[in-house]
């Protein structure tokens, strides 16, 4: 072996020794223990209500998508691994696969239903409290200050809403809602005139009885839940002529989402937005029709002109 042949094996090994001892020291400082208790949540509505009002003080984990429903969730090993080392488990309840993870974890760590609805201010505020609450009582960690400075943003969030609602003309707007967005569109003011449910539990009969109420009192929107796909939202919005519209339930499901504060205020944007389609649909097919009217009424008023300088010709011939 020739010598540049030997310095270019020594670098060689020189370059693999780096990458490994390198590697050992990121593998040992990823498995150094934060000394923060770890608290696992099934979604991203509990993950960042943990955030707000404890997000320096302890470690948080996350195992469902914000894309998908939490109750259709697959779960993976790595779940059954956050459950391990969980200190704290928050759910509310409608997650199917909880009590599997915490048994196929070997988890000692307690679990906290945080049950009900989220998506208008105030039910939002009472999450806050409970999780609040189960922080306090099962890791001891006092969030009063976090919670009260929460509380307060929400309030402030809530009044936001019904102005941005009064602004854009929400109030008694006809609309059909999926049943997971029914209480926040009825807090902003709409008139809901029909509801549906998870697509896969909609039957013939609801779907004809949707269209029907949809059609008799002119929804003019069909807003789905984005978690529960929108296949069905935009059949009806199609059938009946209104514009259809998803919304998520969910923070991290688009830039700056970073907790259901947001979110209502995303939603609400999204339905001034539509609404807004939905009114230059409306005044677009009013105008094509006062112009089909006047065209057709021009036709017959030309009709009966010529009819009449016939009939007048033929009078004066016959005098003649």
């Known amino acids: 072996m020739g010598a540049p042949s030997l310095r270019k094996t020594i670098a060689f090994t020189f370059l693999l020794a780096v990458i490994f001892l390198f590697s050992i020291a990121v593998n040992v400082h990823a498995a150094e223990p934060t000394n923060k208790p770890v608290i696992v949540t099934t979604t991203t509505v ?49 997650e199917p696969w909880v009590e599997d993870l915490k ?24 999450k806050y409290v409970e999780v609040a609450n189960a922080i306090r009582e099962h890791l001891g960690i006092d969030v009063s200050d976090k919670l009260s400075k929460s509380l307060e943003e929400i309030d402030k969030v809530k009044q936001w809403l019904l102005n941005f609602a009064n602004e854009h003309g929400f109030k008694d707007a006809p609309v059909v809602s999926m049943l997971w967005q029914k209480s926040f569109i009825s807090f902003l003011g709409f008139r809901i005139v029909a509801v549906y449910r998870s697509p896969e539990m909609v039957s013939a009969k609801e779907y004809s009885e949707v269209v029907e109420n949809a059609t008799k009192y002119g929804a003019v929107l069909v807003i789905d839940n984005l978690q529960s796909g929108v296949e069905l939202g935009e059949k009806i919005a199609s059938e009946v002529g209104a514009v259809e519209v998803a919304l998520t339930n969910f923070p991290g499901t688009a830039p700056g989402l970073n907790n259901v504060t947001e979110v209502m ?37 030309a009709v009966l002109v010529i009819a009449l300088g016939l009939a007048l010709t033929y009078i004066v011939l016959r005098k003649r």
């Open 265 to 301: 205020k995303y939603n609400a944007k999204l339905l001034a937005k539509a609404l807004e389609e939905a009114t230059a649909m409306k005044e677009k097919i009013t105008l094509e029709r006062e112009i089909s009217f006047w065209r057709n009424t021009t036709y017959i008023l």
């Open 46 to 94: 509990l993950e960042s209500i943990v955030k707000d009002l404890a997000g320096d003080k302890v470690s948080v984990v996350v195992i469902a998508s914000p894309t998908i429903c939490p109750a259709h969730y697959d779960v993976s090993p790595s779940d059954v691994e956050a459950f391990r080392i969980a200190d704290l488990i928050l759910a509310h309840g409608f």
């Open 103 to 126: 048994k196929a974890s070997g988890s000692e760590a307690p679990i906290v239903y945080v049950r009900g609805p989220w998506n208008t201010p105030d039910t939002l505020k009472q």
